[in-house]
């Protein structure tokens, strides 16, 4: 026998629920028998399947990076994204443009106005997790994609909203430059460095690495030995002492952004530093500053782009 | 303890006192010697002097020598030395074992000016924070004296216990609200709350050093005065002290050693509390004897225990704040259980 609940409970449990309040599960998976619009299924789906909307008209991304620069490169209709805390001044002035709201920081997003917004579909990285997924799906139907690599990542977030030939056209667009510029690269290897406050970071040449550096291969750029990936590791955080395996003949580095290392006094510090005036790169007058929205908040083809106008910068073979 | 116990435990002789401080001074020289020889770049001990004396700006080996190993280990050797040696102070003209150098508001001193400095001067570089830090401790140390002090009796140590711990929440509050406000100034003030010897430039140590020396070199000259103070206030009356000048005098100079300890590494806990304690277990109460002894155990611990954290964690940088106390207490009970045990075996 069910037991008895006054409507204001049932009303406080409902809400309760909208905002993910009440500890929940994720929701069953879907299956294509009881699906009337889209089926998004995959092994990068978290969760399995999801069924979501024909020509969803009010879309809601939860990561300011891949899913908001892809999401406007494919000219979706977004209506929320969390735009505080983003340092890629020019995706978010895009966003803006393209009249979508914030919904707060990408690691606090305030639910009361992604309910507000009303989306029809939900979209985000699959790093959100399970909890985000169920709190997410209460309000409307949630594709997370955990795809690492950014052409996954852009293939299946355009086949889950029906853009599956826009994306295929901008990614072709992408390949024919990079190859283009592959044979105008030089052979010499090339460090990348990011200087954050706290400590130096290396991105290492993998096939698992993260977007910019993924363009780099594509471009056909040579890193270094103590650049390169020997096993599963996609990061390096060397010390003053292991910097010296920056041994690069071209050095792009990389401040700021999430962090002030460009304001507070650490890149000053740095480029003062001994150790870094004796390396090959910063020697030769060949260390340049890149910019931390390009390298570190990578969204997609525009993304890419500044990442290969840096090549065509920096990068080429003396002609 | 009693004062008769105490001056019956400070008896021991002169040469043993002697023999301990030159033990830990070997100590050391050892830990210096291995602390320099570990990093990423293999550096021979023959090539440690050359580096040292005859540099060469083009070596890698003597840029990373200079650059990075010297000023680290002369980060640790003066924040280890400087804060037991406050602490050591601290202990005795206070009469309170369980007093360290943040007992006087220098921690929360240090923390608050440094926030203030990352609000209010942007872009201010570790070395002129030290600055910063060391006057943040000072004034942080003056507030706690004045109210320590107020009343009759003057500086009590439990009056002085009790307005540390009061004023240090205070400020600790005040930090706080800096960070809520401005979370750029969190990766700043991170260095000022576990306490690090790494990457100190060697600016920072120079800034510090000269502090730090005075403040050892005063407690040294003042080491008769200061045995005496830590008989407790009644003895030291009776003999002819005077008890408010000489504690105001200890302040100080446990504000120049503590102060710029903590303004260089940051507070280090534990070696200001355990490295005292330890010397006074080896060599007695003698303030002449105690305070080189805790100095040298001090800079001993802190160089050994980021060295030990080197070698053994590569690649990962602990802060020898974290480590320390994970490292030292152990060692630290292992050696008061020997003490006791044999101290009881001699009793019965």
């Known amino acids: 026998m069910r037991r008895p609940r ?22 069953a998976p879907a299956s294509a028998a009881d699906c009337d619009g889209r089926l998004v299924e995959g092994p990068m789906i978290l969760g399995g399947p999801v ?3 024909v020509d969803p008209q009010r879309i809601l991304v939860l990561d300011p990076t891949f899913s908001l620069g892809m999401g406007l490169e494919l000219g979706l209709p977004l209506v929320g994204a969390p735009l505080v805390g983003m340092s890629d001044d020019a995706l978010r002035a895009r966003a803006e443009a393209a009249g979508v709201e914030s919904i707060g920081a990408f690691v606090e997003p305030s639910l009361e106005t992604v309910a507000a917004l009303q989306p029809d579909l939900i979209l985000g990285a699959g790093m959100l997790g399970e909890t985000a997924l169920a709190m997410a799906s209460r309000i409307a139907p949630t594709v997370l994609i955990g795809a690492e690599n950014w052409k996954d990542y852009y293939r299946i977030l355009a086949r889950a909203t029906g853009r599956g030939a826009e994306a295929e056209a901008i990614l072709a667009e992408y390949e024919a430059r990079a ?49 390169t990936a020997q096993g599963d ?71 890419a782009h500044r990442v290969l106008d840096d090549v065509e910068r920096y990068l080429l073979a003396a002609e | 303890m009693t004062a008769a116990g105490r001056a019956s435990s400070g008896g021991r002789s002169r040469a043993g006192g002697a023999a301990v401080a030159a033990g830990l001074a070997l100590l050391l020289a050892l830990a210096a010697l291995w602390s320099l020889r570990i990093g990423a770049t293999e550096i021979p001990t023959r090539t440690l002097f050359a580096a040292v004396f005859s540099p060469d700006p083009d070596a890698h080996a003597h840029a990373v020598l200079r650059a990075v190993r010297l000023p680290r280990l002369l980060t640790g050797l003066i924040a280890g030395g400087a804060l037991a040696a406050a602490g050591a102070i601290m202990q005795a003209a206070t009469g309170n074992p369980l007093a360290s150098p943040g007992l006087l508001g220098i921690n929360a001193g240090a923390a608050f000016a ?11 570089a570790m070395g002129t924070l030290v600055g910063w830090a060391f006057a943040g401790a000072a004034m942080a140390a003056a507030a706690v004296y004045a109210a320590g002090s107020a009343g009759r009796g003057g500086a009590t140590s439990a009056k002085l216990a009790l307005a540390g711990a009061i004023l240090s929440a205070f400020i600790g509050s005040l930090t706080a609200a800096a960070l809520i406000f401005d979370t750029g100034s969190l990766d700043a003030v991170r260095a000022w709350t576990v306490g690090s010897v790494e990457g100190r430039s060697p600016q920072a140590v120079a800034a510090a050093a000269p502090w730090a020396a005075a403040g050892l070199a005063a407690a040294l000259i003042f080491s008769r005065q200061v045995t005496t103070l830590s008989l ?46 330890a010397a006074r277990l080896a060599v007695g109460t003698d303030f002449a004897r105690l305070l080189p002894v805790a100095a040298l155990g001090g800079a001993a611990l802190v160089v050994g225990a980021d060295a030990a954290l080197r070698a053994g964690l590569p690649g990962r940088d602990v802060p020898v704040g974290v480590g320390m106390a994970l490292l030292g207490a152990p060692a630290f009970i292992w050696f008061v259980r020997g003490r006791a045990g044999r101290r009881a075996g001699a009793a019965a």
């Open chain 1, 233 to 303: 590791e996609t990061l390096r955080r060397p010390d003053w002492e292991e910097l010296a395996g920056l041994s690069g003949e071209t050095l792009l580095y990389i401040v700021g952004g999430a962090n002030d290392s460009d304001t507070n006094g650490r890149l000053d510090e740095v480029l003062a530093h001994p150790l870094w005036r004796a390396l090959p790169a910063v020697k030769a007058g060949r260390a340049h500053r890149v910019d931390a929205g390009t390298w570190m908040e990578f969204s997609g083809a525009a993304s």
């Open chain 1, 179 to 227: 190859q283009a510029l592959r044979a105008r690269v030089s052979r010499a290897p090339v460090s990348v460095l990011r200087i954050t406050t706290w400590d130096f970071q290396v991105y290492l040449d993998s096939p698992r690495a993260y977007g910019p550096f993924l363009v780099l291969r594509d471009a056909g750029v040579v890193r270094p030995p103590f650049e």
């Open chain 1, 51 to 53: 069924c979501v909307p």
């Open chain 2, 232 to 277: 407790g206030a009644e003895v030291a009356r009776q003999v002819g002290q005077n008890v408010l000048l000489w504690r105001a005098l200890c302040a100080v100079a446990v504000v120049m050693l503590a102060g710029s300890a903590v303004a260089l590494a940051g507070p280090i806990g534990f070696v200001g509390l355990m490295a005292p304690h």
């Open chain 1, 6 to 27: 006054s409507a204001a409970a049932l009303a406080l449990s409902a809400l309760a629920a909208a905002f993910g309040l009440a500890p929940g599960l994720a929701p």
């Open chain 2, 114 to 124: 440094v926030v203030c400095a990352s609000i209010l001067a942007p872009g201010a």
